[in-house]
C-alpha cells in the first residue's frame, strides 16, 4: 500500500489566517480525498481532490474556505482559510489505488485556532 | 446519505478479555474497511471486508452485507489494542467516498 507523508503534523494559528496543509504520497494514486477530524469526532470527508482540475465538494463544504489542489497523482494541497476556532480539528488526507482495496491515511494534521 | 453506526460507544477491558464490536449500515455498500486510530490519531487499516470472514492473529471480523452489518472480533486484548476503531463504507454508486461510522472508543487496562 501507499506511503503518505502530510505536513505539517500540527499547527497553532491566528484566527483570519490562512494554513496550506500537504500530502505527499509515494506512488501514483487514483483517489485523493480530504478528510476532517473535529475533537471527539468521527472523520468527516471534506472533498475528493481530482487530478488536474477542480475538487469535488461535499455538502456543507465550500471551494472559498477549503481550496484544493492537485497538480499530479502522487500531491495535493488543502488550504483552511480565514480561520477560526471553530476550524481547530485534525485534517488528514487518504488515498486508494486501482481496486480500491485498502485506504491509507496520513498521519493528520493537529490545528488549533485561537 | 448512507448511515453507519457503531457500538458500543465506549469499551473498558481488562487485558486478557475478549470483545465484538458492532457496525450497523443503512444501505448497500460495495465496501466496508476496519480501522483502528491509535491514541497519537494515526489510522490503521485492519480488514477490507466487503463480505465474509477475514482473521488476522488476535482480530477477525464478519460482514452479512443482506443484513446490512459487521461485526470486529478481538481476543485476548492487550494495552496496545486502546484506541478508536471505525468501520467505514462505500456506499454503492458513490464513487470510492468512504463514509466512517461513529466509533467505538476502547480502553484495555492492565
Not at chain 1, 487514483?30 to 461535499?58: C, D, H, K, V
Not at chain 2, 457500538?7 to 477491558?13: A, E, H, Q, T, V
Amino acid at each position: 500500500s501507499a506511503v503518505i507523508s502530510q505536513k505539517p503534523s500540527r499547527d497553532i494559528c491566528q484566527r483570519g489566517t490562512s494554513l496550506t496543509i500537504q500530502c505527499q504520497v509515494d506512488s501514483q494514486v487514483t483517489m485523493m480525498f480530504w478528510y476532517r477530524q473535529q475533537p471527539g469526532q468521527s472523520l468527516t470527508l471534506i472533498a475528493t481532490a481530482n487530478q488536474g482540475s477542480e475538487a469535488t465538494y461535499e455538502s456543507g463544504f465550500v471551494i472559498d474556505k477549503f481550496p484544493i489542489s492537485r497538480p499530479n497523482l502522487t500531491f495535493s494541497t488543502l488550504t483552511v482559510s480565514n480561520m477560526s476556532p471553530e476550524d481547530s480539528s485534525i485534517y488528514l488526507c487518504s488515498v486508494t489505488g486501482q481496486g480500491e482495496t485498502y485506504y491509507t491515511f496520513g498521519s493528520g494534521t493537529r490545528l488549533t485556532v485561537v | 446519505g448512507i448511515q453507519v453506526e457503531q457500538s458500543p460507544p465506549d469499551l473498558i477491558l481488562q487485558e486478557g478479555a475478549n470483545s465484538t464490536l458492532r457496525c450497523n449500515f443503512s444501505d448497500s455498500v460495495n465496501n466496508l474497511q476496519w480501522f483502528h486510530q491509535n491514541p497519537w490519531g494515526q489510522l490503521i487499516n485492519l480488514f477490507y471486508i466487503p463480505s465474509g470472514t477475514k482473521q488476522n492473529g488476535r482480530l477477525s471480523a464478519t460482514t452479512v452485507a443482506t443484513e446490512r452489518y459487521s461485526l470486529l472480533y478481538i481476543s485476548s486484548s492487550q494495552t496496545t489494542d486502546s484506541g478508536v476503531y471505525f468501520c467505514a463504507v462505500v456506499n454503492t454508486g458513490t464513487a470510492s467516498k468512504l463514509t466512517f461510522g461513529t466509533g467505538t472508543r476502547l480502553q484495555v487496562t492492565l
